[in-house]
């Protein structure tokens, strides 16, 4: 098991960018793929970024290719989204989630087992 906390979100104009944090506890981090995923008012959630043990593999949904980064810091136990040129359409909570052992081409928030409360992410435009 490992516990999440993301930080860094907050309100930005559209065309701005925020740089989100997931930092993890526990000693097996680097054997979880993290996923972000984030969920507007009245919508479902929705996969955004994941990215898996070694940092080196990582898969964006399509509406935030190009736009977006997910990284990963395994000696900081630490994931971090990017983003970059921010729409008013991004606007929404976006939370990070851990699997052990997980595949970054799982999508749906059943896959991941551990998440994070959420930080709220605002685009004005």
């Known amino acids: 098991q490992v516990q999440l906390v993301e930080s860094g979100g907050g309100l930005v104009q559209a065309g701005g960018s925020l740089r989100l944090s997931c930092a993890a506890s526990?000693?097996?981090?680097?054997?979880?793929?993290v996923g972000w995923f984030r969920q507007a008012p009245g919508k479902e959630r929705a996969f955004v970024a994941a990215i898996g043990c070694s940092g080196g593999n990582t898969n964006y949904a399509d509406y935030v290719k190009g736009r977006f980064n997910i990284s990963r810091d395994n000696a900081e136990k630490t994931v971090y989204l990017q983003m970059n040129s921010l729409k008013p359409e991004d606007t929404a909570v976006y939370s990070c989630a851990a699997r052990g052992l997980g595949s970054i081409w799982s999508t749906r928030p059943e896959s991941y087992d551990n998440w994070g409360q959420g930080t709220q992410v605002t685009v004005s435009s």
């Open positions: 526990g000693r097996t981090f680097i054997t979880y793929t």
